[in-house]
């Protein structure tokens, strides 16, 4: 496993951006050929998917309700993966993890991980 740590949360009103990034320590990602993605739980609901990346960075996926606004990307020199999130929504607002697979393509579910960050609160005012 790979060890995940999540930066860049907050508050931030309706409308604003905000730059999530994770880093990647034990286990170097481009090495590992690790998937990567961004889970988010907001209370009193299930973890959802939010997006997804591949090892080489040349797939992504996204969830619909943040298509358009998100974006993942990853560095794999810096062993770091972003979340780009703009136009944000009070209905963003949750706990924001990244997580980590031991293959090399896109998941979508959260039992296909292998690690994950201790999470990000985002908060969106309206």
């Known amino acids: 496993q790979v060890h995940l740590v999540e930066s860049g949360g907050g508050l931030v009103q309706a409308g604003g951006s905000l730059r999530l990034s994770c880093a990647g320590s034990?286990?170097?990602?481009?090495?590992?050929?690790?998937?990567l993605g961004w889970f988010r739980q907001a209370p009193g609901k299930a973890r959802e998917f939010v997006a997804a990346?591949?090892?080489?960075?040349?797939?992504?996926s996204y969830a619909d309700s943040v298509k358009g606004r998100f974006t993942i990307s990853r560095d794999n020199a810096k062993n770091t993966v972003y979340l780009q999130m703009n136009s944000l929504k009070p209905e963003d607002t949750a706990v924001y993890y990244c997580?980590?697979?031991?293959?090399?393509?896109?998941?979508?579910?959260?039992?296909?991980?292998?690690?994950w960050g201790q999470g990000t609160q985002v908060t969106v005012s309206s």
């Open positions: 997580a980590a697979r031991e293959l090399a393509t896109i998941a979508t579910k959260d039992y296909e991980y292998d690690s």
């Open positions: 034990g286990r170097t990602f481009s090495r590992s050929a690790m998937g």
């Open positions: 990346i591949s090892w080489s960075g040349a797939t992504t």
